[in-house]
């Protein structure tokens, strides 16, 4: 590659890699940018060989977040901030009552998921900050379990918005869980946090790590299909940031 501002596009395989060359770069860095396609952010001087081999040995971390891509960032019906409109909680649709007043912004009361009236101005805030709320609260005893099972230490669960992420872990141990996540089925939350987990363990998605889901969830194919297929019918206002992976540092 020449040291050229100008995004070159190089095909790999089935894939069409834009690549940037810069000079603050010291490795390469591989994003899966909100339009699906995949970013190459090299060094000067980095040969075309050494990034078809890092996008292959990346290939299946590629094509899950193009599916992720697929699953969350497709166009979904708008919804609207008025009694009756439907919004997931842990699998089940909820509609929505604007209340005059009550003793919290937002809260679930009899099937029903109350949102104050004075919220109005900002809805969005107020539901993302309730369903963070009931993730802080509630992911923590459902992902003990699991990290027993996987003989994993784990520290903090962070309920945050991780864009077109479901989850991340930290080098520190900590999981970070996307806030969204709480629309989704139990059986699919846990699919995103034995994910997590066994990434700490490896942290890339080679044939060593699937093998480690698979041992503790036999049929987590199956699960990560339904994550897809349900992914484009949650509630995600337009969020900003990516995903992206690096190869390791140089020298």
Same mark, same amino acid.
């Given at each position: 590659?020449?040291?050229?501002?100008?995004?070159?596009?190089?095909?790999?395989?089935?894939?069409?890699?834009?690549?940037?060359?810069?000079?603050?770069?010291?490795?390469?860095?591989?994003?899966?940018?909100?339009?699906?396609?995949?970013?190459?952010?090299?060094?000067?001087?980095?040969?075309?060989?050494?990034?078809?081999?890092?996008?292959?040995?990346?290939?299946?971390?590629?094509?899950?977040?193009?599916?992720?891509?697929?699953?969350?960032?497709?166009?979904?019906?708008?919804?609207?901030?008025?009694?009756?409109?439907?919004?997931?909680?842990?699998?089940?649709?909820?509609?929505?009552?604007? /209340?005059?007043?009550?003793?919290? +912004?937002?809260?679930?009361? @009899?099937? *029903? &998921?109350?949102?104050?009236? =004075?919220? $109005?101005?900002?809805?969005?805030?107020?539901?993302?900050?309730?369903?963070?709320?009931?993730?802080?609260?509630?992911?923590?005893?459902?992902?003990?379990?699991?990290?027993?099972?996987?003989?994993?230490?784990?520290?903090?669960?962070?309920?945050?918005?991780?864009?077109?992420?479901?989850?991340?872990?930290?080098?520190?141990?900590?999981?970070?869980?996307?806030?969204?996540?709480?629309?989704?089925?139990?059986?699919?939350?846990?699919?995103?946090?034995?994910?997590?987990?066994?990434?700490?363990?490896?942290?890339?998605?080679?044939?060593?790590?699937?093998?480690? /889901?698979?041992?503790?969830?036999? +049929?987590?194919?199956?699960? @990560?299909? *339904? &994550?897809?297929?349900?992914? =484009?019918? $949650?509630?995600?206002?337009?969020?900003?940031?990516?995903?992206?992976?690096?190869?390791?540092?140089?020298?």
């Amino acid at each position: 590659m020449d040291g050229s501002a100008a995004v070159e596009v190089v095909r790999i395989d089935d894939l069409d890699v834009r690549v940037q060359v810069s000079e603050r770069r010291r490795h390469v860095r591989l994003t899966v940018e909100r339009d699906a396609a995949v970013t190459a952010t090299v060094p000067p001087g980095t040969g075309r060989a050494e990034l078809v081999k890092l996008v292959r040995s990346r290939r299946r971390w590629l094509y899950g977040k193009l599916a992720e891509r697929q699953a969350l960032g497709e166009a979904r019906p708008e919804r609207q901030y008025v009694s009756g409109e439907g919004f997931p909680y842990l699998g089940r649709s909820h509609r929505l009552l604007i /209340v005059p007043e009550g003793p919290a +912004d937002v809260r679930l009361l @009899r099937g *029903r &998921l109350e949102l104050g009236r =004075h919220c $109005l101005d900002d809805p969005v805030r107020a539901l993302i900050g309730w369903y963070t709320r009931r993730g802080t609260d509630w992911l923590p005893d459902r992902l003990r379990p699991w990290a027993e099972r996987m003989d994993t230490a784990c520290g903090e669960v962070r309920v945050l918005p991780l864009g077109f992420r479901w989850g991340s872990c930290s080098l520190r141990g900590h999981l970070n869980i996307h806030w969204a996540t709480m629309q989704l089925p139990p059986d699919l939350i846990d699919y995103v946090l034995v994910h997590e987990l066994a990434h700490l363990q490896v942290p890339d998605h080679s044939e060593r790590f699937w093998r480690r /889901v698979e041992r503790t969830l036999p +049929d987590y194919t199956a699960r @990560r299909e *339904r &994550l897809k297929r349900l992914g =484009h019918d $949650l509630w995600l206002p337009s969020e900003s940031g990516g995903s992206d992976i690096t190869s390791p540092r140089r020298g």
